[in-house]
């Protein structure tokens, strides 16, 4: 069968199936794009003199890297002229980004996370970038912090894209989670994987231990029984997968199960949490929802919480369902 290019999957959308408007089309191409041009920044490594520390730090009090602050520039300028946003937010950035006046606006908020595990970029690990839709609400023309603290419920589309030994765009536009890989000969996405499914049922955990003291209880309990085994509760041997990317994380979930998880530690309880909402948890908990499994933080959905701000932590535990429902029924019995 011929491939299926990005372009023409989402037209598909559009037209055949009018899940999307032509607006929202525009920005997924433009998006993805913008990931082309990072994924050839990254594969520079070295020889792209970007590496390393850009010697400022963001409003999360993290070192910013040079990729960082470099994959911030390239979504910027490739989102701000189209007419398509009202406004951009970031990791990177302590505010929103207005449109400049110069260019129109259109009826999407734009929010990201340029490049999410930065950490690993210079031991060459798995990188990625992943990015949220929102409507502007109606009659908002200057969107401020406010206009992006909607429900992650709210989100018309989410995505993201892994920089890994081949470069990965995921995509959901609500109706199913659609894989695309970059043909860098060609240089366009071709849908490589059309309605994933997480599988329900998984043996493969990750989390990062080293912060195992902090935990709470119900997360003790639940990690404890998976690391007990076969002769423990649950009666089977677990695995266990760390990469400290979120990206390259979920995207091993999405493709063979498995339940990741960044709970609330004493390192991370007075910020909420290690994660963000707006541009790390709800994206990712859209999409591994419409794959079928589920996205909570210990308590309730993810897709539920109203953001308080725009860099808002919170704890996140998402993956194949049965077992983000096992640890949320801990937490809820604790
Ligand atoms: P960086 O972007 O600062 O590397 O953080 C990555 C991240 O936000 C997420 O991608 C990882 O799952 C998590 O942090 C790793 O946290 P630890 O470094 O505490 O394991």
């Known amino acids: 069968m011929k491939p299926v290019s990005l372009s023409r999957f989402l037209i598909e959308e559009q037209r055949d199936k009018a899940q ?9 191409e433009v998006v993805a794009r913008a990931c082309k041009s990072i994924s050839i920044a990254v594969g520079k490594g070295a020889l792209g003199g970007v590496l390393g520390d850009a010697g400022a730090t963001n409003i999360q009090g993290e070192a910013q890297k040079k990729l960082d602050v470099l994959s911030n520039e390239i979504l910027l300028e490739a989102n701000e002229w189209g007419g398509h946003l009202a406004a951009i937010a970031s990791e990177e950035m302590d505010d929103p980004h207005p449109i400049p006046h110069r260019y129109p606006k259109g009826e999407y908020l734009l929010v990201f996370d340029p490049l999410d595990g930065s950490s690993n970029i210079d031991v060459n690990v798995s ?3 992943i990015f949220s839709v929102l409507r502007c ?5 200057e969107p401020t912090e406010a206009a992006f ?14 920089y890994g030994p081949s470069t990965i765009l995921v ?10 890989t970059l043909d860098r000969e060609v240089g366009s996405f071709v ?5 994933v499914r997480i599988p329900e049922e998984t043996s493969e955990f990750a989390i990062n231990a080293s912060n195992q003291r902090h935990w709470e209880a119900p997360v003790q309990r639940y990690v404890a029984e998976l690391t007990a085994g076969k002769t423990g509760p649950r009666g089977r041997d677990f695995n266990m997968r760390w990469v400290a990317s979120m990206v390259a994380d979920v995207h091993r979930i999405l493709t063979r199960g498995g339940i990741f998880m960044y709970p609330v530690d004493a390192k991370c309880r007075d910020k909420g949490g290690r994660l963000r909402l707006l541009y790390e948890a709800n994206p990712m908990a859209l999409i591994v929802e419409q794959a079928g499994g589920a996205a909570t933080d210990g308590h309730g959905r993810l897709l ?7 860099h808002e932590r919170v704890p996140v535990f998402l993956g194949s369902r049965q077992e983000v429902e096992r640890v949320t029924a801990y937490h809820r019995e604790a």
Do not use: H, K, M, S
């Open 304 to 310: 539920d919480r109203t953001p308080r701000g725009l």
């Open 149 to 162: 603290l909607q429900p992650g419920a709210q989100q018309v589309a989410a995505g993201y894209c892994v």
């Open 20 to 28: 999307i408007r032509p607006d929202l089309r525009l920005l997924i």
């Open 137 to 141: 609400p109606e009659g908002v023309t």
């Open 191 to 195: 849908l490589t994987r059309r309605g």
């Open 127 to 129: 990188v990625g970038t």
């Open 171 to 180: 995509l959901t536009l609500g109706d199913g989670v659609n894989v695309f």
